[in-house]
């Protein structure tokens, strides 16, 4: 590897890190959406509540994978975790 070429471990601990910023965004506006629904008495309509679950089980579905890339290697599960979630969002639309 050359001077100006960055290891494949790095690349995936910088995308890891990006992983979990953005995961802690997404979790922190579920707070605040779901803080604000039970304020207003609103947490009882289903539709909501399970729009809220829908973008926890994607946030619990990031961290599993930010968990399981520790090397290049690994980057097969990401394919695997593609095809698991576009599946996962078919099924949620049809409910929508």
Sequence with gaps: MSENE????????????????TLSKIQGGLDLVEKKLMAHN?????DFVDAINFARRGCDDISDLVESLKT?????????AAEHNFL????????T
């Design 72 to 80: 290049p290697s690994d980057l097969d599960k990401l394919v695997a």
């Design 42 to 46: 609103r947490v009882k309509h289903d």
């Design 6 to 21: 960055t290891s494949p471990e790095i690349i995936i601990s910088c995308y890891n890190h990006y992983l979990r910023n």
């Design 88 to 95: 996962d969002i078919l099924e949620f639309k049809k409910k």
